[in-house]
């Protein structure tokens, strides 16, 4: 019942209150055309097995967010979209998502690669705002970024539309990534 009230307060809000740099805004209005002509370019030069669990990534219908169940540990394995390579599939790691009052936190836990930061509901979807480390730098919060930071190489903004499918599977789809690749798709199962 807790959960179900945090997410209606979230709601409630207005798209505003969430704090959207304009970067990562820009980023989410060209989703559906980065994603299209990644996922084409990926399906079809991709490896065989690497285009099967991009596939199984993506398949499922995603869940209505007062219906998700994200709390708790995960497995995540990344993929990564164009950049010069067509698809390239990476090992799991450990991810977790904890409840934070309104929203939720959502941290990548092992790896070299990693992120932190929280899941919001924004004009009724699930959207994730964080920020991307490397080689151990320190984290940050997505709040503190200048308005003006795009990445250096180390430490880089993300934002993607969060998706669950299931009780034991859902995504984080970032468009644009600011390094590396077209777009990234970070699936996460249990």
């Not at 179900?4 to 704090?19: C, E, G, I, N």
């Not at 991810?95 to 309104?102: H, K, L, M, S």
């Not at 180390?154 to 034991?168: A, K, R």
Request: glycine share 10%.
């Amino acid at each position: 019942m807790m959960r179900l009230f945090s997410l209606l307060a979230v709601l409630a809000l207005p798209a505003a209150a969430q704090d959207v740099r304009s970067q990562e805004q820009s980023r989410l209005e060209n989703f559906e055309e980065v994603a299209g002509k990644a996922l084409l370019n990926a399906f079809a030069g991709g490896r065989r097995g690497d285009v099967d669990m991009l596939r199984d990534a993506l398949a499922g219908t995603p869940l209505p967010p007062l219906q998700t169940t994200l709390s708790g540990d995960w497995k995540c394995r990344t993929f990564k979209l164009g950049g010069g390579i067509p698809l390239v599939a990476y090992a799991n790691f450990d991810c977790r998502i904890t409840p934070d009052g309104a929203q939720f936190t959502f941290e990548k836990l092992t790896g070299s690669q990693r992120t932190s930061g929280t899941i919001q509901i924004i004009n009724g979807q699930m959207v994730y705002l964080g920020v991307g480390t490397v080689n151990d730098a320190p984290a940050r919060a997505y709040a503190d970024l200048h308005p003006a930071f795009i990445g250096n190489g180390e430490v880089q903004p993300q934002v993607g539309l969060v998706q669950q499918s299931g009780p034991d599977s859902a995504r984080i789809l970032f468009p644009s990534p600011v390094v590396e690749s077209d777009f990234d798709v970070l699936w996460l199962t249990r």
